[in-house]
């Protein structure tokens, strides 16, 4: 049997036979609790902490949104927002986002000789880039979801040392039209050789976005417009239900892209066929 806590806005369920907690959202930082401990998993306040917070009313402004909250440890490690996409919460092994249909990634141009633009948001060091031409960008959009940034991650691409970003910006939008700055890099050197990876944090962001652009504002460290990028991560909250991400959901969109060797029944039923797969 379960007691709850007499918390209205953040109650408590303890399991009577064991005295653990289960289920519960901290006040702190909003992150929902399902491990059996008093402490929360994100910013270690305890539970009776929380029960103080209830009781002062305390409602700190960059704790009024609710969501599951991704911590960068490493340069493209498996704490990232892109990462959980990719595996669907977890439940089985990587997969591109892009392909799955969990996120849509854009660009202004690519070289003809460049990776699918999917590599964008991949996990190894490939060649992904654009045309030379001035303000190039790639345009990641997270569809159904949004996020209150506070990291992201870039790689540079695998073919040449050069070709790096220097001057760029990373911008949030909610409808793909209209930008916000996050944080403007100017001179930035931190990528220099093929493969290398930077994290930066994203300061007194409290606004969510659907819609990340890698913006270039100025010349590559060899003296040109090329957008030579084939990793990018982001940290933050993750606004909204993800449970459709661990259950496997595509984009409506995708689907095709993901089952090419089979038709949807509902849209070939006039259709007679034939052959050895033809119940496919």
Not at 89 to 97: K, S
Not at 239 to 257: F, L, N, T, V
């Amino acid at each position: 049997t379960l007691s709850v806590n007499p918390n209205e806005q953040d109650s408590m369920q303890i399991d009577s036979a064991s005295a653990h907690p289960s289920n519960w959202y901290c006040r702190r930082c909003t992150f929902f609790n399902d491990r059996p401990t008093f402490e929360c998993e994100i910013c270690m306040l305890t539970f009776p902490d929380n029960e103080k917070l209830a009781k002062e009313d305390v409602q700190p402004e960059e704790f009024e949104h609710k969501g599951q909250e991704f911590v960068y440890e490493s340069d493209f490690d498996t704490k990232g927002i892109l990462y959980f996409f990719g595996t669907c919460g977890g439940t089985e092994a990587w997969r591109n986002p892009h392909d799955l249909g969990v996120v849509s990634v854009t660009s202004s141009s690519q070289q003809s000789d460049s990776n699918p633009i999917s590599a964008v948001v991949g996990r190894t060091a490939v060649r992904c880039v654009s045309q030379p031409s001035p303000n190039q960008w790639f345009v990641i959009d997270f569809l159904e979801h949004s996020i209150i940034p506070t990291h992201y991650t870039l790689r540079h691409y695998s073919s040449w040392d050069t070709e790096a970003l220097r001057f760029w910006n990373l911008e949030g939008s909610n409808d793909g039209h209209n930008w916000v700055t996050l944080r403007s890099h100017s001179n930035d050197r931190s990528l220099n050789t093929r493969g290398a990876t930077h994290t930066w944090d994203i300061p007194n962001i409290t606004e969510s976005y659907s819609h990340f652009r890698i913006y270039m504002t100025g010349l590559n460290s060899n003296e040109h417009w090329y957008l030579a990028l084939s990793g990018f991560e982001i940290y933050g909250i993750l606004d909204g239900d993800a449970e459709y991400i661990s259950s496997k959901k595509q984009h409506p969109d995708r689907q095709s892209e993901m089952s090419p060797d089979y038709w949807d029944t509902r849209d070939t039923r006039e259709i007679e066929f034939s052959g050895p797969n033809s119940d496919k």
